[in-house]
């Protein structure tokens, strides 16, 4: 075979190939059981890839969240745990490092992110007050809801349109903020919810210039702005591969201004931190602060533990110091763009730009012919997993729940099926397998006939409704 037929895939692309900044000391094995197996475990499952045994899935792209493969040195932090119910140093290592990267004075452990929403929200949001944000994200408008605030969608047109290559399809739309704040005037207000990587927009990022100059507009209009932090180092990469002054600047660098503009941040530890478990809250206000610091008591745990154990913050605070790093990051998102661009080639819809986390597939242009309520991204990620034991998830319809008021379905613009890939988990081949299957998937469309909602539970629906095919 010559060399023409045989091509790296740097080659192919006419670059020289990259490869992960780490090598594997430790493996877990993988098994795929057989198509019929797969056929009853969805039919068991409703449908649901969240209601799935991981041991009937393969390849295991339903989240990015707690996932991550932790590194030897994380492992080693794990055995240095201090299990004080009081004052244990993991915190304080842990404290330090959100300080020191993310810049805010005080820190509050959470469980995990929703912990950390919960407690901000209660906080903060006075019943009937508005919350303004860049696209909702599941768990943080439902904790916005439950303490009485009204979630206002204010990110940019183009994030609702998975076609439009525009580099920062996460901004505030700041037009659409200021006339909110006139039109219900800016004491209504709670705070600005602003997310680095628009999660349901497709992973897509927000420019410095433009949190520059919400910073510029809410200090006019004396209104605070909370960041969900969740995905803000893959934020920052995009900040330095596409906006003009900061090619040069590390993530760590661009991670640090970003937040500067903002007066405080939630985290759900399990995705950029790179740890299994936690999350905290940063806030820069002295009395906001003791307000957390009681509340988490009430909710999660002592101040100084959160939910966490003191081996987890140890972790974590080791992971926050590994996941800011460059090479990580550009790996990262390296692995995520790969896949990406194998199903661009073959021309299968998904959401473009590629984000940071995942690949978004278009369900609405996947299956034309099935109307939003057959399901179409429910339908997709059944299909994949019966097809190959990929395990992906909804973003769609059922994701994004009934309106309170009216009680119907919402009908997102975007209906789209989520192919998470963890952090430092799979290799360039499962990539390429999870590519083929999708292409054998979207081959076989015109036969899919969607599904039909046979249970619902009464909050976030997505996790465990179950569907019959239709
Ligand atoms: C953007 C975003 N915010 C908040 C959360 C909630 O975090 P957790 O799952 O840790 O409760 C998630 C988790 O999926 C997320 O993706």
């Known amino acids: 075979m010559t060399e ?71 492992w080693a932090g794990i055995m240095l745990g201090d299990e004080a119910y009081a004052g244990s140093r993991n915190f304080y290592h842990m404290e330090a490092a959100v300080q020191n990267y993310y810049g805010y004075r005080y820190v509050v452990p959470t469980h995990q992110g929703r912990g950390a929403e919960h407690l901000i929200s209660q906080a903060i949001i006075k019943p009937g007050t508005f919350v303004p944000g860049n696209m909702y994200f599941t768990t943080t408008r439902l904790h916005q809801e439950l303490a009485g605030g009204i979630f206002v969608d204010v990110i940019i047109d183009e994030a609702h349109d998975p076609a439009n290559l525009h580099p920062f399809k996460g901004n505030i739309d700041l037009e659409k903020l200021e006339r909110l704040f006139k039109e219900v005037g800016a004491e209504k207000v709670a705070y600005v919810s602003l997310a680095g990587t628009v999660n349901m927009a497709g992973g897509q990022p927000v420019s410095m210039a433009n949190v520059r100059a919400l910073r510029e507009l809410c200090d006019r209009y004396d209104v605070r702005i909370y960041l969900d932090a969740t995905r803000m180092m893959e934020n920052a990469f995009f900040i330095q591969e596409r906006e003009p002054g900061y090619s040069d600047k590390s993530i760590a660098q661009i991670l640090k201004e970003f937040c500067s503009y903002t007066d ?32 988490v008591i009430v909710y999660e745990g002592l101040h100084t533990y959160g939910g966490m154990a003191g081996r987890d913050m140890e972790a974590l605070a080791i992971g926050i110091e590994e996941g800011v790093q460059d090479d990580h990051i550009r790996a990262r998102i390296g692995q995520v763009r790969y896949l990406g661009e194998l199903l661009t ?40 997993y019966i097809d190959s034991g990929v395990r992906s998830m909804e973003r769609g319809i059922v994701s994004a729940g009934r309106d309170p008021e009216t009680g119907e379905h919402r009908y997102p613009k975007l209906e789209l099926t989520r192919l998470t890939i ?6 360039q081949a499962h990539m390429d397998v999870v590519a083929e299957s999708v292409k054998a998937v979207f081959d076989a469309r015109h036969q899919a006939t969607g599904l039909r909602m046979v249970f619902e539970p009464k909050y976030l629906r997505f ?4 569907f019959e095919p239709f």
């Open 4 to 74: 023409e037929h045989l091509q790296t895939m740097g080659q192919q692309l006419g670059r020289r190939s990259w490869a992960e900044p780490w090598k594997i000391k430790m493996v877990e094995p993988l098994r795929m059981i057989s198509r019929e197996e797969r056929l009853r475990a969805a039919q068991e499952a409703g449908y649901n890839t969240f209601l799935l045994r991981s041991d009937d899935v393969y390849i295991d792209l339903l989240t990015d969240s707690g996932t991550s493969a932790m590194s030897d040195r994380q």
């Open 264 to 295: 405080g941040a939630w985290m759900s530890a399990k995705k950029d931190n790179l740890v299994n478990i936690g999350g905290w809250l940063a806030v820069n206000d002295d009395d906001l602060f003791q307000t957390l610091s009681n509340l």
């Open 345 to 384: 080639q073959w021309e299968i819809p998904i959401v473009q730009p590629v984000g940071g986390h995942a690949i978004f597939l278009d369900a609405k242009r996947f299956y034309s012919h099935l109307p939003q309520d057959r399901f179409p991204a429910q339908t997709l990620a059944a299909e994949l």
């Open 422 to 427: 963890p952090r430092r988990v799979y290799t």
């Open 463 to 466: 996790f465990q409704a179950r």
